[in-house]
Structures are given as structure tokens and as C-alpha cells.
């Protein structure tokens, strides 16, 4: 079963930390990838490495819930070894990925992108640059215009149709 929900409250996951981003942080980011793969194109071999970092690489996200579950259980059981009060940890966890869900930032995203945790939009357009170089979109030829998604049997996808109640 599959059901949307869509809301003025959430933006779609790929643009919720860039709607929130820290410009300075952003340009470096975008520095540094631009002057890794540019020492990649001279060493095919380095990229194939590359891509393999890559596919290992935690996005934003994955870092976000994997902290945000560590925290959670070290609240649970200091809340049930140590003090009660240690519950309020679990909470403020909580609260947080709540904030992270409806708006797309919370206090550990600014951490995090200073550790160098990327997007998954970023690390997906280093991988796009990186095959690019390598040659693999090569025998990919461009189209003329613009052009509709099509399903799997062929034929053009609808356009989404809105209305209100």
C-alpha cells in the first residue's frame, strides 16, 4: 500500500538541509570536492577507489538518525540506572528529530557539516562527476528538447494533477 502525504509544513528530503545551509561551509565543501576530482582525473584507478568511498559514505541523514539512536538508548539507560531525570536526554532527542523532519534543521545538522557530514545531493553529484570523467555516460546521447518521464511499459507518465478541498 502506498500512500503521499504532502504538507506546506515538510519539504521533500532532498531539499530540506539545503534550504538551512550555512553558505561559507557549502562553498568550502564544494572546493574541496571540485579539487579531489580534479586530482582523480589523471588515475582512473583513483576513481574507481573513489567511487567505492563513496558508496560507503554516510550521508547527512544516516548520521542524524544514527546519532539521534545512540543518544536515545544512553538516555533510556541512564534514565533507568542512574536518575529518572536522564529521561528528559530521550526526549530532547526526539524533539530534535521532529524538528529535523518538519523543517529540515536541527542543532547537530551545523555539527555535523562542520565535521564534514555531506548531503546525499552532494555526494550523489560527486559520484555523477567522477563516472563522468571516467567515461561512462559516453555512448549516452543527449536529447533534443525537453523530454516526460515514461513508466515502465512505455508510455508517458501523467502530470500530477492538484487540487483543493
Known amino acids: ?33 571540485e579539487s579531489d576530482a580534479g586530482a582523480f582525473a ?14 560507503r559514505e554516510w550521508d547527512m541523514e544516516r548520521a542524524l538518525d544514527a546519532n539521534a539512536a545512540a543518544a536515545s538508548l544512553i538516555g533510556l ?6 536518575s529518572r531525570r536522564w529521561y528528559f536526554l530521550s526526549t530532547a532527542v526526539a524533539t530534535l528529530l521532529l524538528q529535523h523532519a518538519v523543517q529540515g534543521w536541527c542543532p547537530p545538522v551545523g555539527l555535523f557539516r562542520r565535521l564534514g557530514v555531506r548531503t546525499q545531493r552532494e ?17 549516452v546521447r543527449p536529447t533534443s528538447g525537453p523530454t516526460r518521464p515514461r513508466s515502465h511499459s512505455g508510455d508517458p507518465v501523467p502530470k500530477r494533477v492538484m487540487t483543493t478541498r
Open 77 to 82: 539507560a541512564l534514565g533507568r540506572l542512574v
Open 123 to 139: 555526494i550523489d553529484a560527486e559520484r555523477h562527476a567522477l563516472k563522468r570523467m571516467r567515461g561512462d555516460f559516453a555512448a
Open 1 to 33: 500500500m502506498s500512500t503521499s502525504f504532502s504538507s506546506g509544513l515538510a519539504l521533500p528530503s532532498t531539499e530540506q538541509i539545503h534550504d538551512h545551509r550555512d553558505m561559507d561551509l557549502d562553498a568550502r565543501t564544494i572546493g574541496q570536492t
Open 42 to 55: 589523471a588515475d582512473p584507478r583513483l576513481i574507481d577507489m573513489r567511487l567505492d568511498d563513496l558508496d
